[in-house]
């Protein structure tokens, strides 16, 4: 075995334990992990491995280590008190209140207290989502139980504060019973549903499966080609594939087909329209069993992609014998990819049901089986399996009423006691029944059960016979508790009414990707309720009584001649030796009700296979592979194609690959952009890792996306990049005097109170009217496209844009779900802007790669560059927008009128709301003009008296070169402004109401204009102020200035008349 290196990717560890081999671990945490901070010691990702087992082993662990740690941390924070109500969520007294039998298998259901989860918004909360791991424990975590959510029904939960949950591995366990208050434990920072799949999957690989061992085990890579091209068989057509991109002047035909294998054409690059780079991809994925293909934003990736999933499918259909499985990272790119091969491939299926594309879900693989009628033996073998599962209900539902009933029935007492002893017992109640014996039966086994009833209580002395059993069980809460607890939340503050969830619904996309949940599943349920608490052991209830009861032999005593309190405690261990007999059975039948259910999956696995056969392509997410491990080692694909290949940690398209067939494999890597940042081992993809070991690989190298003004930006993280030379004759952009600019601001993001999600109402209200201006300028709506990294702010972008008629078809979107996508012209609001400097997404290069690489003709991005400069990548980026000329970043932005075409430069919402003029002015605010007008004229009450004189540029303007802030004002705030913007403003939405609305700076197009930006006031309107520009040694006033003068002269004359009458 390879040496181990004593790590691990816990922070707090106590202690390293020896970790066993990777089949005999457990995937659920120990205990010893959870309560000891104990961490298994786990090997290095090395590059390069000697044997399979350490390639697995290292993996696995690395994987569960991954989701683990943040479980382990969390729960100590927990126990000492410190944990975070964002990442960490804890539910206390959570009960047991039913089983579910349903098409997975046994469900508990659970209820937690309304008072704690009642001011959660469910439709935005990532709050026990399907999937989420949690820790149930009764005694202080001394001990532990883990499930997962299986559904959270919106309805149930906000009604009865009750979801489903499931345990990840065992169908029952008999310490998750009513009447017992557990605390519950979730961290919603991992999602343990994507990691179970996957672990499994690792989990059931043998050796011996393990692909392409040359490649990914040995120091020097093999470039050996696809097992299924031979020598005699290499001659491929590619008339098909390159028929689109043939020049239309070439003097030479590009060549239909050729050996492979051999040297190809020369004339290829003479006749076709493509980069270099691109046809040297092609050519490296058709003659490599492991192709790897890397490239910027821009330069062909999916186009490449596409280019050799048809030369594959041309060329090897005779020969191959199963689909080509296409592995996407997520949901978005899945589709983006499957549509471009379904125009030139009809027989396409997606797996998986979280598409958004309508024509995927035409071909989701539901919606097919739905379209064929199914045949007759499929029928007859799932009315088999569901009568015997509806027969396992019935025995299901008959032991749980017994378990739950506290009263002991006839039938119950005839089968603990003997023939002897029932006779016996009878024969006392008639004795003791004396005069009133008539009626009753001779025979004692003629005695119903209403009669019983009447003995029991003649001989407990009670009118309730329930309440004997009342001290083994202990107080209960019953519906006065649960009305107290309905109570105490009425109270509480809504302190989560504003929750959302960061823009992280791509990372859900990929580890959600299940099909039929949540509201889809409630069909064909059994529920069974359970009301009453379930028994202690006898053991259990033995150590808490006097030794009188304690010795108590009920079998050899006279029962009616035995004092009450013994007769009650004899009652009790009937009930104890009743309710034990049924529990013990409910194992079993949770065992047997799991195996039909994994009957009826292979039943429906085995049809939805015979379906798959007859595609060409199937196409699902990575944590889709994970799930359908055993649809995809029946199916046996020949090539798998990764695109993201570098987003996808090595475990997870390892599994896909492993299932391929072992004649013939081939597998592509597509690699999107840079990798995301890494900081612990198990984050290094297999994709990165074959690259670092000097794996044959090829980079594109010329993008067509982007024009020039725009690519450059990105040229410290790809240097080499060079663009096509048509990018550099894209149009002019409309309505704005510049290709790419940074349009800087000061205002602070909104308080987002117990949000995880960030939204900045400055920058919403300044995007929605220059949308307005874009469309008025020229552009169709589906032209433009707004992004932000912060689902909060992409809610409130569109829920201003969509207001206005002329805006609402312009599309609003985060930034992950844009990845692969572009249009002509880029919005972006970069949200953050705070008083920490954190930059959360902002600090992440992934995510600015993506955002920064979307436009094809213009980009403008808005926020606080005072945030940004101590990032390296961001840095660069502004100081390249500061070197162009003219200035691609300012404190104003450059807006070009449409029919006069003249320049305004504007830095609010109001400024942008003037130059569209009243029809188009209204674009979010929230302020009637009456109301903001007299709230801006007070907020500058007396500031006019304090300093007159800060109006022009002089000491007040912003020092861009120098990095330096600093701010005036025309209404008169002086050098403060900026201070003023960053401590005492009111944080919240930023009104953009037309109440003495700052005049667009009207100059016209100069080269020697001197552009400096200086610092804006607050766009509610106190004061408008547009900052006085000097030239040539003399200060320009702006109309805005003297609205501004003239306006704090009001105030000044209303303050004196004020004062007169008090």
Avoid at 12 to 33: R, V
Avoid at 134 to 141: G, K, T
Avoid at 287 to 300: F, R, Y
Wanted: proline share 5%; glycine share 6%.
């Amino acid at each position: 075995r390879a040496p181990k290196v004593q790590r691990s990717a816990a922070q707090d560890y106590t202690e390293l334990m020896e970790a066993d081999y990777y089949q005999d671990m457990p995937i659920l945490p120990t205990s010893d992990e959870m309560l000891s901070q104990c961490a298994f010691e786990i090997q290095e990702n090395m590059r390069t491995y000697d044997k399979c087992e350490d390639y697995i082993q290292t993996h696995f662990m690395l994987l569960r280590e991954d989701y683990i740690e943040p479980l382990r941390a969390g729960i100590k924070l927990y126990m000492e008190g410190r944990h975070s109500p964002k990442d960490l969520h804890v539910y206390t007294n959570v009960k047991v209140v039913g089983l579910l039998s349903t098409h997975e298998g046994l469900v508990y259901r659970i209820q937690l207290q309304r008072s704690q989860i009642r001011s959660i918004n469910w439709e935005k909360s990532k709050q026990l989502m399907y999937g989420s791991l949690l820790c149930l424990s009764e005694d202080n975590f001394h001990t532990l139980i883990w499930a997962t959510v299986w559904r959270r029904d919106e309805g149930l939960i906000a009604s009865e504060g009750q979801l489903d949950v499931r345990l990840p591995f065992d169908p029952f366990d008999d310490r998750l019973s009513p009447g017992k208050t557990f605390c519950c434990i979730e961290n919603v920072t991992i999602y343990f549903e994507a990691y179970r799949h996957v672990l499994c999957a690792l989990q059931a690989m043998r050796p011996t499966d393990v692909p392409f061992q040359h490649t990914l085990l040995t120091p020097q890579p093999d470039p050996t080609p696809p097992s299924f091209l031979k020598a005699d068989n290499d001659m491929f057509h590619f008339q098909n594939v390159f028929e689109t991109c043939e020049k239309p002047d070439s003097k030479v035909q590009a060549p239909k087909s050729f050996k492979v294998l051999q040297e190809w054409p020369h004339e290829l690059m003479e006749s076709l329209d493509i980069d270099v780079s691109q046809l040297e991809a092609i050519k490296h994925a058709m003659t490599h069993n492991v192709a790897l293909i890397q490239g910027p934003p821009g330069t062909g990736k999916t186009w490449v992609g596409l280019k050799i999933v048809r030369a594959i499918l041309d060329n090897t259909r005779n020969f191959r014998h199963s689909p080509i499985l296409v592995v996407c990272y997520t949901n978005h790119a899945l589709d983006q990819f499957l549509e471009g091969i379904y125009k030139f491939c009809g027989r396409v299926a997606r797996i998986g049901s979280r598409s958004k594309s309508e024509e995927m879900q035409q071909r989701n693989l539901k919606q097919l089986m739905m379209e064929v009628q199914a045949s007759r033996e499929y029928l007859h073998a799932r009315r088999a399996l569901n009568e015997r599962r509806d027969t396992l209900r019935e025995q299901l539902a008959k032991v749980l009423a017994d378990v739950d009933r506290h009263t002991m029935e006839l039938i119950d007492v005839q089968t603990t006691m003997s023939e002897r002893q029932f006779e016996e017992f009878y024969a006392g109640y008639v004795d003791y029944m004396g005069k009133d014996k008539r009626g009753l039966p001779e025979d004692a086994w003629d005695v119903d059960d209403e009669l019983w009833e009447k003995m029991m209580k003649e001989w407990l002395d009670t009118r309730d016979i329930a309440k004997i059993a009342a001290p083994l069980v202990g107080k209960q809460a019953g519906p006065s508790d649960a009305k107290k607890d309905k109570d105490e939340g009425e109270d509480e503050d809504d302190a989560n009414d504003n929750e959302e969830e960061e823009a992280e619904s791509m990372r859900l996309d990929r580890q959600l990707d299940v099909e039929a949940q949540d509201g889809q599943r409630k069909t064909g349920d059994f529920i069974a309720e359970l009301k009453n608490a379930w028994l202690p052991f006898e053991e259990d209830h033995l150590e808490k009584l006097k030794p009188e009861l304690r010795s108590l032999s009920w079998r050899d005593e006279d029962l009616w001649r035995l004092p009450l309190a013994l007769r009650r405690e004899t009652y009790r261990r009937w009930l104890l030796e009743a309710h034990h007999a049924a529990r013990e059975l409910l194992p079993e039948l949770a065992r047997k009700l799991e195996r039909n259910a994994e009957q009826r999956a292979a039943l429906e696995r085995d049809r939805k296979l015979a379906m798959l056969q007859e595609m060409e392509v199937v196409g699902m997410t990575t944590t889709a592979v994970s799930k359908y491990q055993q649809l995809l080692k029946e199916l046996r694909p020949e090539v798998v194609i990764v695109e993201e290949a570098a987003e996808v940690l090595e475990a997870t398209p390892a599994d896909p690959a492993h299932r391929a067939h072992r004649r013939s494999s081939a597998a592509s890597a597509l690699h999107r952009g840079l990798p995301a940042v890494k900081v612990l081992p198990p984050d290094v993809s297999l994709f990165e890792r074959l690259i670092k070991n000097g794996a044959a690989h090829v980079t594109l190298e010329q993008q067509r996306r982007m024009h020039p003004k725009i690519s450059m930006l990105m040229k410290p993280l790809y240097p080499a990049l060079r663009d096509h030379p048509s990018v550099s004759e894209y149009p002019e952009v409309k309505g704005i005097a510049s290709r790419c600019f940074f349009m800087h601001h000061g205002y602070f993001e909104d308080d987002e109170g117990e949000s995880h999600s960030k939204a900045n109402s400055f920058e919403a209200n300044f995007i929605a009217a220059l949308v307005a201006h874009l469309v008025k300028s020229g552009y169709d709506g589906d032209r433009i496209t707004v992004l932000s990294p912060y689902l909060g702010q992409v809610r409130l972008l569109k829920d201003m844009i969509r207001r206005n008629p002329l805006t609402e078809e312009v599309p609003v979107t985060a930034v992950d779900n844009f990845q692969g996508e572009e249009n002509d012209i880029i919005v972006i609001s970069l949200v953050r802007s705070n008083r920490t400097k954190t930059m959360g997404f902002l600090a992440v290069e992934n995510r600015i790669n993506v955002a920064l690489t979307r436009a094809r003709h213009g980009m403008f991005i808005i926020g606080n560059t005072d945030m940004l400069m101590g990032n390296k990548l961001w840095s660069s980026i502004i100081h390249t927008l500061e070197c162009e000329t003219p200035r691609g970043i300012g404190h104003k932005m450059p807006l070009i009128e449409p029919e006069s075409g003249g320049i305004f430069e504007v830095k609010s919402a109001d400024d942008i709301s003037l130059l569209l003029g009243d029809e188009d002015a209204d674009v979010g605010g929230n302020s009637s003009p009456s109301q903001q007008k007299v709230a801006d004229r007070w907020a500058n009450l007396g500031k006019d008296e304090e300093k007159p004189e800060s109006r022009g540029k002089g000491r007040h303007q912003r020092d861009w070169d120098n990095g330096q802030s600093k701010g005036g004002n025309g209404a008169g705030n002086g050098s403060g402004n900026d201070k003023w913007r960053a401590e005492d403003k009111p944080r919240g939405k930023v009104s953009n109401s037309r109440a003495a609305p700052a005049a667009a700076s009207a100059v016209p197009p100069s080269n020697d204009e001197d552009s400096s930006p200086v610092a804006d006031a607050p766009s509610t309107g106190d004061g408008a102020g547009g900052e006085g520009k000097k030239k040539k040694g003399r200060a320009k006033q702006q109309p805005s200035d003297f609205l501004a003068e003239a306006q704090g002269h009001a105030v000044s004359l209303a303050c004196q008349a004020l004062c007169s009458l008090c």
